[in-house]
């Protein structure tokens, strides 16, 4: 049957294909005789024969698309398995990638996998399905954790900063220290920057200086603060006493003040995700004698090591407990 359809198909074309030849071989021939004829009998055939070639012309354009259409579909028909039986170009249908079939698929498996109570993922580890008071109880320490994961994030978002910055005081010591150091510029940094900031923590910005900040313009800064009844103190950075409000300390990465155990962490090289920022927040509620940039690399390294992230750890309490433990045994 698939032979015969294909003998048939073939035979159709080749006969279009030769009507196609002849009418243009029959058009050729025209215009030779047209060519041959005198001139007063050519001015007569110039419009018939014209007339004939535009005909001519279309036919051959249709015969064209006809022979184009009829391939097309003879190939789409002996292509699909559906409608002559099996296929008789290309692949086999079954060799055929079937992208939403695979795709469910690979969801079902990682879901099955990600489940204990299903019973033939178990007996494929060689384990025995769950009981039922098994499954009950799996459930019940499911809804715990989720729980307990729940209240600990919860707590730790409490923990965040409310307030917002002095600007009456930020403006008053910008213009201060715009007098002083021509071309300075600000940059947010420090805990508020980084999203692990808790409702005491202070309001850290960089003094970026084309050169070193020297001790004589440390020293007038704090004069003219002084005498502008602006409360401001400088040990490694200029600490602003707002009325009211947090801290507010812009500190200069580059300053002739500053000694060799000076450590300078660029605004933005390190960047904490939800459950990092929860984890540091709980910590510096839990111990507050430590140093928050100290705390906040402790969380870093256990993400490091340990490989926890907001994939597998999305509230922090992971990541918490384990630097709770570290620093209750001393070992950081």
């Not at 307990?148 to 910055?165: I, S, T, V």
Request: proline content about 5%; aromatic content about 6%; glycine content about 6%.
């Amino acid at each position: 049957m698939q032979v015969m359809l294909v003998t048939l198909v073939m035979l159709v074309m080749l006969m279009l294909l030769l009507m196609m030849v002849v009418l243009t071989m029959s058009a050729s021939s025209s215009w030779l005789k047209m060519a041959k004829c005198q001139r007063g009998q050519v001015a007569g055939m110039v419009p018939r024969m014209a007339r004939c070639c535009r005909f001519r012309a279309t036919s051959i354009v249709m015969l064209f698309l006809l022979i184009k259409m009829l391939f097309s579909l003879a190939f789409v028909g002996l292509n699909a398995p559906t409608l002559f039986g099996p296929r008789v170009f290309g692949s086999p249908a079954s060799a055929i990638p079937q992208k939403a079939i695979s795709d469910k698929a690979a969801r079902d498996n990682r879901a099955n996998q990600m489940n204990p109570n299903n019973a033939e993922y178990m007996a494929s580890r060689g384990n025995a399905p769950l009981t039922g008071e098994q499954r009950e109880a799996f459930a019940k320490k499911s809804a715990l954790r989720k729980e307990n994961e729940g209240n600990f994030e919860n707590r730790a978002n409490q923990l965040a900063p409310k307030d917002k910055l002095n600007l009456l005081a930020f403006e008053h010591f910008k213009e201060i220290l715009r007098r002083v150091v021509p071309g300075m510029s600000l940059r947010k940094t420090g805990s508020r920057a980084k999203g692990t900031a808790t409702s005491n923590s202070d309001w850290d910005y960089h003094v970026k200086t084309k050169r070193p900040m020297t001790i004589e313009q440390r020293d007038l800064v704090l004069e003219n603060c002084r005498d502008e009844g602006l409360q401001v103190t400088c040990r490694k950075a200029f600490t602003v006493k707002p009325g009211s409000g947090a801290f507010i300390d812009f500190f200069p990465p580059n300053a002739e003040w500053h000694d060799n155990k000076v450590e300078v962490q660029e605004p933005g090289s390190v960047q904490f995700d939800k459950g990092g920022k929860n984890a540091v927040r709980k910590l510096k509620q839990k111990f507050p004698e430590k140093n928050g940039h100290d705390l906040e690399q402790l969380v870093l390294t256990i993400r490091r090591e340990m490989g926890l992230s907001d994939r597998n750890d999305p509230s922090g309490e992971k990541r918490f407990q384990e630097a709770q433990r570290r620093l209750n045994n001393g070992e950081c």
